[in-house]
Structure formats: structure tokens, C-alpha cells
């Protein structure tokens, strides 16, 4: 779809696919800054946290386009990794989920 292409390359050339990497555990957790959402990704599951997910994605239809901007952004290499300490783990995650 070419609507999901622009959003895409707007995603990844505005650096909005983030893996955040806790040390030293190595814990990841992957977002996409969505239309001033940030969304929750689990790439391995392929799951994210975003309505279209919901109500495409596991209803048989395509992927979302936050699921296909982290295969393009880990293809390319162009993912933004902001590094934590363990310690703020727990922090991160309360925050991120209040905020889906
Ligand atoms: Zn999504």
C-alpha cells in the first residue's frame, strides 16, 4: 500500500523506531512514535500494541505499518538504540504502559 510506504520512510528518516536496550541484562523493549502515540512492539511475536494490530493484524489483514517500519529500519540499520540501566527497567515500563 502506498500510504503505508510514506509513513514508512517518514518513520524511519525521522528516527521514530526506537529499541530501547537495558544493561547489562540486554532486555529490549521496541516503540514506534506514532501520530503522538508511542506504540509497543514485540518483533519476535510480531505484535504491537496500536488499534490497526487489533483490529487488522489479528484478524488475518496486513501487518500494521509500525511492524513493517522496524523490518525496514533493522534491514537498513537506521534503528535509534537509547541505552538504560536495569534499574530504570520497571520505571520505563509503568510509564509505557500508562501511556497505550
Ligand atoms: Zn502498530
Not at 3 to 28: A, W, Y
Not at 56 to 83: D, F, M, P, W
Request: with cysteine; hydrophobic share 35%; glycine share 4%.
Amino acid at each position: 500500500m502506498k500510504e503505508d510506504n510514506d509513513r514508512i520512510e517518514s518513520v524511519i528518516s525521522e528516527k521514530r523506531v526506537k529499541l530501547h536496550m537495558f544493561n547489562p541484562s540486554g532486555r529490549k523493549i521496541w516503540t514506534v512514535v506514532g501520530k503522538g502515540k508511542e506504540h509497543w512492539l514485540d518483533p519476535d511475536l510480531n505484535f504491537c500494541s496500536c488499534e490497526a494490530y487489533y483490529f487488522n493484524t489479528l484478524n488475518g489483514g496486513s501487518e500494521c505499518y509500525h511492524l513493517k517500519s522496524v523490518k525496514v529500519a533493522k534491514e537498513r540499520n537506521q534503528v535509534n538504540v537509547i541505552k538504560f540501566s536495569d534499574d530504570e527497567y520497571e520505571n520505563f515500563l509503568l510509564a509505557l504502559i500508562s501511556d497505550l
